[in-house]
C-alpha cells in the first residue's frame, strides 16, 4: 500500500563466537571504518554493580555520523530524541549478540515521509556495522 511502511523485526541481532571484549573492540572498529564516531560507552554491568545489582556484561556504544546527524535534526529537531544511535553489545544464555533498534521501526513514530528514506540509509550503515563486527 502507498504511505504504508512494512515494518520487519524492530531489532536487529547478531550472535559471534567473539568474546564479549572482542566485540565490544571490534564493534569500536567497524564503526569507525564505517564513517561513524563512538561517543560514548556505557558499561551497565558496572554501574548497576555501584549499587550491587548483578547483570550479565551489557555495554552501549553510542554512535553518529555528523552528516546524518544534521540531516535528521533538518527534517525534524524531535529526532535528537532518538540520537545517538545505540548499539548494543551483551551476553545471553552463553552468547555474545550485537544488536539494534531499526531506524526504520523509530521513524515510524514520526509522520513524516522524508525520514523513511533517512532511516534506511542509517539502518543499512548499523547494519554493516554490526555485520561486520561478528
Same mark, same amino acid.
Given at each position: ?46 554501574? #548497576? +554493580?555501584?549499587?550491587?545489582? *548483578? ?6 556504544? /553510542? ?6 546527524? &544534521? ?34 521501526? #523509530? +521513524?515510524?513514530?514520526?509522520? *513524516? ?6 532511516? /534506511? ?6 547494519? &554493516? ?6
Amino acid at each position: 500500500m502507498k504511505g504504508v511502511w512494512c515494518i520487519m523485526e524492530p531489532i536487529y541481532s547478531v550472535t559471534t563466537t567473539k568474546s564479549f571484549e572482542e566485540a565490544v573492540k571490534s564493534v569500536g572498529e567497524q564503526t569507525e571504518a564505517n564513517g561513524f564516531r563512538v561517543l560514548y560507552v556505557h558499561d551497565v554491568q558496572e554501574t #548497576l +554493580a555501584e549499587k550491587n545489582f *548483578k547483570i550479565q556484561p551489557l555495554k552501549i556504544l /553510542e554512535v553518529c555520523n555528523a552528516k546524518f546527524a &544534521s540531516n535528521a535534526l533538518e527534517i525534524d529537531l524531535v529526532v535528537s530524541l532518538l540520537m545517538p544511535c545505540k548499539i548494543n553489545v551483551y551476553s545471553e544464555e552463553g552468547k555474545i549478540i550485537i544488536s539494534t533498534i531499526r531506524p526504520t521501526s #523509530l +521513524a515510524t513514530i514520526f509522520n *513524516k515521509q522524508e525520514l523513511r528514506s533517512f532511516a /534506511e540509509d542509517v539502518e543499512k550503515v548499523l547494519i &554493516s556495522i554490526i555485520d561486520q563486527s561478528k
